[in-house]
């Protein structure tokens, strides 16, 4: 008789885990949890309160698959895009995970703990509180966005840009820049969307160094001893 491992909290989530990769964040229940593990659902409450609970352990795990940015010397630019990638790759993996992680409202240690590295990154390296909460939100809002926009396009994943587009055949009397834009980034150049993101990345990342030097300068010249009439 095959015997089953024990339950757990971290089995029961990696188990919800496996069932939202499949069905997506629908198919996940207690139900389908318990059966996913071999065993009734009723069981699954010992370890799990409900379906928010579960839910809400979802959103953690994701958290912790996210690289967080250490105290190490990496600059505060690089520690971001590596999260950034890593962000990218996990949601991804997983696209249930893209309306989930932010809509919990019993935040876990590891979504709590992603957050607070975060912010403490960017503090450590000069930012003030305002724009380090500024750059977090605008640096998961791209990421988000990107993902969100990759799992949505229209071209299947073994499909090129450049047969998408010539299906489309965009006249280019009525579309006159989509076109241009089509012919000299599409056409021959084994274009993929995937690859804007470490561009568009980098534009944020330069931005949010011009503001950080900017506040600096203001902060040092607010601190300058004022001159004598």
């Known amino acids: 008789m095959k015997v089953r491992p024990a339950l757990s909290r971290i ?9 939202a990769d499949r069905g997506g964040l629908n198919a996940v229940s207690m139900r389908n949890v318990g059966k996913e593990l071999g065993v009734e659902a009723m069981s ?14 979802l959103a953690d795990w994701i958290f912790a698959a996210i690289e967080l940015p250490g105290s190490d010397d990496i600059p505060w630019h690089r520690a971001m895009a590596r999260r950034a990638a890593s962000q990218r790759a996990a949601l991804a993996q997983h696209p249930w995970a893209v309306s989930l992680i932010e809509s919990r409202r019993s935040p876990g240690p ?14 450590r390296n000069g930012f003030p509180v305002a724009l380090a909460a500024h750059a977090f939100s605008v640096l998961d809002a791209y990421v988000y966005g990107f993902v969100l926009t990759e799992l949505n396009l229209p071209m ?10 010539h299906e ?3 006249p280019a009397d009525t579309y006159p820049y989509l076109a241009e834009m089509v012919q000299e980034m599409v056409i021959g150049k084994d274009y993929a969307y995937g690859n804007e993101f470490d561009y568009g990345l980098e534009l944020i990342l330069a931005e949010l160094d011009d503001r950080l030097r900017a506040s600096s300068e203001k902060c040092d010249r607010s601190a300058e001893p004022m001159s004598a009439p």
């Open 168 to 170: 489309l055949e965009i």
């Open 11 to 19: 089995g029961i989530i990696e188990a919800a885990v496996r069932v």
């Open 44 to 57: 699954l409450y010992n370890h799990v309160a409900n379906k928010e609970d579960l839910l809400d352990g």
């Open 110 to 123: 590891a979504l709590l703990r992603h957050h607070d590295s975060v912010l403490g990154c960017l503090r």
């Open 156 to 165: 299947g994943p073994a499909e090129q840009t450049e047969e998408f587009v």
